[in-house]
């Protein structure tokens, strides 16, 4: 049996911000992106979920629950209003696993 090297839940978070850094300036629009630089130190978050639907078809594949995560990533609401999602990206855990799929603001 081959052994899998897995991303730590921390190590798949820090690994969502990578590719959304890389990929949000030519896919955000002007706006959001520059909303997002002015304030993601003190309001940017990740959270990581189950892949919703919809995944498994853009993916081309079944998704494994205990290997693939959504990474939502956005800003954080200030004085009560809601967060504001920027990307969804799908993940895996493992870490030879090149899957990598992202869907923009405006695209969900």
């Not at 079944?62 to 004085?79: K, R, V």
């Amino acid at each position: 049996m081959q052994h899998v090297e897995l991303w730590s839940l921390d190590e798949l978070c820090d690994h969502a911000f990578d590719i959304f850094d890389e990929l949000a300036p030519d896919n955000l629009s002007a706006s959001d992106y520059q909303t997002y630089q002015q304030h993601y130190e003190n309001r940017s978050y990740v959270d990581l979920l189950p892949p919703g639907a919809g995944w498994e078809e853009l993916a081309g594949g079944e998704l494994d629950p205990e290997l693939h995560f959504e990474a939502q990533i956005g800003l954080s609401g200030e004085a009560g209003a809601e967060d504001q999602i920027l990307a969804r990206i799908l993940l895996s855990r493992d870490k030879d696993e090149t899957l990598c799929h992202a869907l923009w603001r405006g695209q969900f």
